[in-house]
């Protein structure tokens, strides 16, 4: 157990604050657009999500990894969601299985039966069963941490509203996370209490459109200041990914990025932590 920090506590009650001040009843904005008052926020204030759990400690996407990155100190998860041939979704990032797993073939021509027989063996330690996302979400049960969850290039466009429905019936923090406008739709009409995240990369990038956006999801070299500051300007957070130097979190720290997407959460943590024990420059 991390004991908690000056700092941290600061953080704490102010995010307790934020979430009186955006209550049902007062809310004016989506429900993740967290905290976006700029002046208040303390040093550190920067979420660290676990990129497919830690998987420079276990292998990715694995409970093994979910649980690394927990006892590392990230704040949040991110993971990616498929469903299989009999619609169980599961959390794998690669629409085959053959880059980590001892099998060949689309997750989704596998039903969850067989899917369960193979193991991620590219990773750290022992290999590991692929788990479904019922896995993770009873996992976090009792816990504050938020989960990213992407919804990646699901076979049955159906299958997005399933997978929204099960997360919002969890209770866990979870974000409606993807690439892809319609699945957001799809996922945001089954659960509209669910916040909205679209993740946009270098080489693509949809609309949003209309979607009722907290939060865009950027590849780093997409965080500029300009951006950040046109989508806290709309009372949007913005996260930024994958990054896992110090030079990139200080980069997006000093862009103002609300989220560090990253492979070691671990070491992003102790990063910020040991930055904000820092005597640190005045406004």
Not at 13 to 39: G, I
Not at 46 to 66: I, L, Y
Not at 89 to 106: A, E, S, Y
Not at 223 to 245: I, L
Request: glycine content about 6%.
């Amino acid at each position: 157990m991390r004991l908690l920090s000056p700092t941290t506590w600061k953080l704490a009650a102010s995010v307790l604050l934020c979430s009186a001040l955006t209550s049902p009843a007062a809310a004016a904005v989506p429900a993740a657009a967290e905290p976006l008052h700029r002046d208040a926020l303390p040093c550190g204030h920067q979420r660290v999500a676990g990129h497919r759990g830690s998987p420079r400690s276990a292998p990715e996407n694995t409970m093994a990894s979910f649980r690394a990155a927990v006892r590392e100190g990230a704040d949040w998860l991110e993971t990616d969601v498929l469903t299989t041939k009999d619609g169980v979704p599961v959390l794998f990032h690669d629409p085959t299985v053959d880059r980590v797993t001892d099998g060949k073939g689309r997750v989704q021509d596998y039903t969850y039966e067989q899917l369960s027989r193979l193991r991620v063996t590219v990773g750290p330690g022992p290999a590991q069963p692929i788990p479904k996302l019922a896995d993770l979400l009873d996992y976090l049960q009792g816990t504050r941490i938020r989960l990213l969850m992407e919804i990646k290039e699901i076979g049955r466009p159906e299958d997005a509203a399933v997978i929204a429905r099960m997360a919002a019936e969890s209770g866990i923090q979870v974000d409606l996370y993807s690439f892809y406008t319609q699945h957001l739709r799809t996922a945001h009409q089954a659960a509209p209490q669910l916040p909205v995240t679209l993740i946009q990369g270098s080489w693509y990038a949809e609309d949003p459109g209309d979607l009722p956006l907290a939060a865009v999801s950027l590849e780093a070299v997409l965080v500029t200041p300009e951006r950040v500051k046109a989508e806290h300007a709309r009372h949007r957070a913005v996260y930024g990914w994958t990054v896992d130097d110090a030079a990139s979190w200080q980069q997006l720290v000093d862009r103002e990025a609300d989220t560090i997407i990253t492979d070691t959460p671990g070491a992003a943590r102790s990063w910020l932590d040991q930055r904000c024990a820092r005597p640190q420059p005045a406004a």
